[in-house]
């Protein structure tokens, strides 16, 4: 990258900004630079460039000083950051320490950040899968307050896109309300996820089908995936790392070397953006105002187009804190609902059971992705008390026990015995939230952090119809479990889980064919400023029951080409 | 870390005092004692070459709380104590037959603190034991990328 120098406007000046390097921003810079766009991304975190900066990804177990625990002295410090499944000795250094980034919870909210070059790219849990025809129709059918202005049609062949250039492992299983994409060889389902899968496909006919996770592994590299300088994923599931060889999709080992391959992209790191600049004159954003993280130094950068991909509650604070004579709720608020209906996936459950059949197999190798049950409840008509419905992990696995018996050289042989216990089974639940306008960030008034930016203060919440799913879900795996034979079936609630865990948040400025009732029209432009798009998770109208990735990739990937088009066309 | 890759138990001899370079503490050399009671030297590395007294003096320093560490030490001291009171001897100088009668004295102690140390000190040899080079190489066929997963093959 050449040298930054910021003293002249001219050099201040690209035909677009990206704001934020994680998941969709990568896929935003990757589009634009493609597209022939001098693009600068700002990304507020320090730089991680791929394989030189992931510090433990070659450690053995047996190489952490605490083989992999955290210290008191990190869990007393943070409390929030530590209670995420992949904060952990190897990985910790990848995550926002409760004290570096306060916010103010008026209610619970697990918020868990990843500030750096590719965000949470890295630290993602790969599960990608498309959304149907019903879940866009979802919030229009069963009367949501919001409605997407976009069909699957619209987002198909953008979800087509972004799959064969992630890297997307999956089966075609021909499932209308989980559509197929372009999919590279599926992992193998473990014997008795196959007996589950059968069992269920024997007592539901057919409606509730049980299939091989899809997730963004390279199971089976093609020269696309080569071109980007990555290689086959090993399996060795400690994706959290950072991966060595691009086994799994991030912006650092894919689209963001990608498009510094064409020439025209700048990547800033340690770049806050404060708050977009909106030219009254032209009725247009004009670029955006950042704050050096080190220095404090204030510059400004100017841009044709401003793509927001800050991550959900960032971008909603960076919108509602960029207010103008035109907009002084924030830019492209005039109707005063920006930073409402947050909304989020429910993980506030799931099941364990064991299986005694089939003692004579276990599986051999390991596999970073597990089973999954496509949602079947209100699928194709309201059938329950509760709206909505959830869809669910599934695995089995064969551990061997491990037999702590006696002491000396007694305990020792016990130790050495390699004997498989019985399966072990587990699942867990993935249920849709209901966006609420009550569910909101805003700023707050007074406090700012070290940059000058208003600290966020989250009211998020369950309702009673999160509760009522997860009393559904428990009570249909508990059936399901039985009926494949399992034994020792038990519910685990998850009591200390708190909204934002999941990290799923999304919303807040949503996309709807309505002004007064969105921020956001159909290709994530603001409404009111049609030069700034929106295309990560603050832009989804409802939240189903997907891992979200995948939609904000193609979103933006279909956003940034008609950006493109409309810029030929001078309309922007 | 240098390592052979060949003979054993040399290279697990070797790996071992090369990677745990940290400052002994005052517990090192007892520590070592009590783990090599708990999984001793054999034919096979027991657990003070693979590290454990090292891996537990940093596992209490760094990731227990006040209270936790204090119990833990008491629990040292009962070793100390009992090893003087019983035999006039240091707990390293006993028999390893007397070493372990001592700690399953305490397992099976009717005084909830007694017990609870032993589990918290056994446990711990034993995550370190399991996690070492040597176990999940030699007993567990463990590789850092197997690059790939069979969901269904015959228990050998």
């Known amino acids: 990258m050449s040298n930054f120098n910021i003293d002249s406007k001219k050099q201040r000046t690209f035909d677009a900004i990206v704001v934020g390097s994680g998941i969709s921003g990568g896929w935003a810079a990757k589009e634009l630079c493609d597209n022939g766009l001098k693009t600068l991304v700002l990304e507020r975190g ?169 997730c963004a592994h390279l199971t089976d590299p093609q020269p696309i995936h080569f071109k980007q300088g990555r290689a086959q994923c ?49 009725g247009k954003a004009s670029g955006v105002k950042v704050i050096d993280s080190k220095t404090k130094e204030e510059i400004h950068f100017y841009a044709k ?14 919108l509602l ?32 059971a064991e299986y005694e059949g089939m003692l004579e197999s276990k599986t051999e190798g390991i596999r970073p992705n597990g089973s999954y049950i496509p949602r079947f409840r209100n699928v194709f008509k309201q059938e329950t008390d509760f709206l909505r419905g959830y869809a669910a992990g599934f695995s089995a696995r064969r551990p061997i026990i491990s037999n702590q018996e006696g002491i000396g050289q007694e305990l020792k042989d016990h130790l050495f015995q390699k004997k498989y216990g019985n399966w072990i089974v587990g699942s867990h639940f993935m249920g849709e939230t209901i966006p609420k306008h009550s569910n909101y960030v805003k700023l707050d008034a ?53 909204p934002g865990l999941d990290i799923h948040e999304m919303g807040g400025v949503i996309m709807g064919n309505d002004p007064k009732t969105s921020q956001l029209n159909k290709w994530n432009q603001l409404h009111h400023c049609k030069n700034v798009f929106v295309t990560d998770g603050a832009s989804m109208t409802s939240n189903s029951t997907q891992n979200p990735s995948l939609t904000y990739m193609a979103l933006t990937a279909r956003a940034a080409n008609y950006a493109v088009a409309e810029l030929k066309k001078k309309n922007l | 870390m240098v ?4 003979a054993l138990p040399s290279w697990a001899y070797q790996w071992n005092t090369q990677s745990f370079t940290a400052a002994q503490g005052p517990n090192t050399e007892l520590l070592g ?63 390893s037959q007397d070493q372990i009668n001592l700690l399953t004295g305490l397992q099976n102690s009717s005084m909830p603190e007694d017990n609870q140390f032993f589990k918290r000190i056994k446990g711990l040899t034993i995550a370190s034991y399991t996690s070492s080079e040597y176990f999940l190489t030699q007993h567990r066929n463990y590789t850092i990328a197997p690059g790939f997963y069979h969901g269904c093959v015959p228990v050998q």
């Open chain 1, 305 to 318: 187009i401003i793509f927001l991909n800050a991550a959900t509650i960032n971008t909603n604070l960076i």
């Open chain 2, 3 to 6: 390592l052979g890759t060949t």
């Open chain 1, 46 to 214: 320090r730089d991680v460039k791929h394989i030189v900066d992931y510090p433990t990804t070659l450690k053995e177990p047996w190489e952490f000083d605490h083989l992999g625990a955290l210290t008191k002295e990190m869990k007393d410090a943070n409390p929030i950051a530590t209670k995420c499944y992949a904060f952990n000795e190897d990985s910790s250094h990848f995550f926002v320490k409760d004290k570096e980034h306060p916010y103010i919870q008026e209610k619970p909210f697990d918020w868990i950040r990843g500030y750096q070059v590719g965000g949470k790219s890295l630290l993602w849990a790969r599960g990608t899968q498309r959304w149907s025809k019903y879940d866009f129709e979802g919030p229009a059918r069963d009367g949501f307050d919001n409605h997407w202005p976009i069909t699957y049609q619209d987002l198909a062949p953008w979800y087509s896109h972004v799959e064969i250039f992630a890297g997307i492992s999956g089966n075609k299983d021909g499932l209308e309300q989980l559509p197929d994409g372009e999919f590279l060889k599926p992992h193998e389902q473990s014997c008795v996820e196959k007996h589950f899968t059968a069992e269920m496909k024997k007592h539901y006919k057919g409606s509730r089908p049980v299939i091989i996770g899809r």
């Open chain 2, 33 to 95: 004692a009590v783990v090599n009671a708990i999984i001793p030297e054999t034919d096979s590395p027991g657990a003070k070459t693979i590290g454990a007294h090292l891996y537990i003096e940093r596992m209490v320093k760094d990731c227990m709380s006040k209270e936790d560490q204090q119990a833990f030490q008491n629990g040292l001291q009962k070793l100390v104590s009992s090893a003087l009171k019983n035999h006039q001897k240091t707990f390293q100088q006993l028999s």
């Open chain 1, 234 to 282: 090993q399996q060795r599931d400690l994706c959290q790392r950072g991966c060595p060889y691009g086994g799994y999709f991030s912006s650092n080992a894919s689209t963001l070397p990608w498009a510094q391959n064409t020439g025209n992209l700048t990547l800033r790191p340690n770049s806050v953006v404060h708050s977009i600049i909106y030219d009254e004159k032209s």
């Open chain 1, 446 to 498: 007074s406090k700012k952090d070290d940059w000058g930016v208003p600290l966020a203060r989250l009211n998020v919440d369950f309702d009673d119809n999160d509760r009522k799913m997860e009393q559904d879900y428990q009570d249909q795996m508990t059936e399901m479990l039985t009926l494949a034979g399992f034994k020792n079936i038990k519910a685990n609630p998850k009591k200390t889980w708190n």
């Open chain 1, 321 to 352: 804190n960029s207010k103008s004579h035109r907009f002084p709720n924030g830019l492209g608020n005039d109707n005063g609902l920006m930073g409402h209906y947050i909304h989020f996936h429910n993980f506030h459950t799931g099941m364990s």
